[in-house]
């Protein structure tokens, strides 16, 4: 459940629908072994979960948005207003440029 909710809240601070996929099945490598859990999801720009694939069965899930509308929303709250990309390129670029 934890993995679900941080990723819901990635979804609902930048106020962006995501999509989370996770294996399903068993993983045996040598004398280890890793049981995947499934239970991909998708969320709407609330962090919201909206769509889920169970533990278990191999599927696709699909979901649609309006991205005028979740841009509208986006504005609303004034997320990225304060961004400086023109600062970026000091944290990107490698110090002799």
Known sequence: NHWQIVQQG???ANIVPIVVSNRIGKEIIG???INFYGSSFITN????KIVE???STQCMITA???LDKI???RKFWGVFSDRR???YNS???????
């Open 10 to 12: 990635h979804a609902a």
């Open 31 to 33: 004398n280890s072994s």
């Open 45 to 48: 720009h609330k962090g919201e």
């Open 53 to 55: 694939a169970d533990k």
């Open 64 to 66: 649609t948005f309006d």
């Open 71 to 73: 841009d509208t929303y």
């Open 85 to 87: 990309p023109e600062m």
């Open 91 to 97: 944290i990107v670029l490698p110090n002799n440029e």
